[in-house]
């Protein structure tokens, strides 16, 4: 079998960039929109961000196939956990649901979530669901391929109490901060901020996410200086 093919035929995995910050109101969730295939992009313009309440949504990582049959078990729990409530389910129910499914199947699941959203008891809330299953609130989650990169970023630029246009600029940067480093991420931005007057979607091109290191065109080089002469033939 042709070695190129081999690629093609791996399972869909999201290398990804996902991220959810807590913001003084409510949440933001942030992810890149690359899907791959071993070294093929199989889709530029996935959307990572999955509803499953009308106020809790997921970012997704690591096996598409996995990350969506999870999304879709939880979104179903938590439609007949509503109608037996009468109300709305807490990000808290949803993220220990999302935990649950993972745990009980991490032998056979590889993927990593973070659940984001809003409810009147907590106000906004970040939990992570890490491969393996474990559940822990922070203030701030990242996951994916990308995440490695953003570790010390984000300690140096999230603090506690920002405002939603603070929280959202940071998703964004970070977001194209990551694709600009990681070979897994890319594609366009997507956000989603939740709080007490409902859910906002952003999506920023790819066009217009600020530009790191290398990307940005040199200035002042000497080969713009200095004309480089035409090299000569060879002659063989």
């Given at each position: ?35 791959s ?6 889709n530029?313009a ?11 949504y997921?970012?997704r990582?690591?096996?598409?196939a ?7 078990y939880?979104r179903y729990?938590?439609?007949?956990h509503t ?7 807490t990000v808290k ?7 649950l ?12 979530m ?9 106000g ?14 922070q203030?701030f989650?990242i ?7 953003l570790?010390g ?22 977001v194209?901060?990551a ?16 709080n ?20 940005i ?20």
């Amino acid at each position: 079998m042709d070695k190129s093919l081999l690629d093609v035929e791996q399972p869909h995995s999201m290398g990804t960039t996902i991220i959810g910050v807590t913001y003084n109101g409510g949440v933001v969730l942030g992810a890149d929109s690359r899907t791959s295939t071993g070294m093929y992009v199989a889709n530029r313009a996935s959307d990572k961000i999955t509803q499953l309440t009308d106020n809790v949504y997921v970012c997704r990582s690591g096996s598409a196939a996995d990350s969506q049959v999870v999304s879709d078990y939880v979104r179903y729990f938590l439609h007949q956990h509503t109608i037996q409530l009468g109300q709305p389910a807490t990000v808290k129910v949803a993220a220990n649901l999302v935990r649950l499914l993972s745990y009980n199947n991490k032998a056979m699941l590889q993927t990593g979530m973070i659940v984001g959203g809003w409810d009147k008891y907590e106000g906004g809330k970040i939990y992570g669901v890490p491969l393996g299953g474990t559940l822990l609130e922070q203030p701030f989650a990242i996951g994916g391929s990308g995440s490695s990169y953003l570790y010390g970023f984000f300690d140096q630029a999230w603090r506690e109490g920002m405002t939603q246009e603070e929280a959202e600029k940071l998703v964004v940067t970070a977001v194209s901060l990551a694709i600009a480093r990681d070979g897994a991420s890319g594609g366009v931005v997507r956000t989603v901020t939740i709080n007490k007057d409902g859910v906002t979607r952003k999506f920023y091109p790819g066009d217009t996410l600020p530009l790191w290191h290398e990307e940005i065109e040199a200035v002042n080089s000497l080969l713009d200086i200095v004309p480089a002469a035409s090299p000569e033939p060879m002659v063989s």
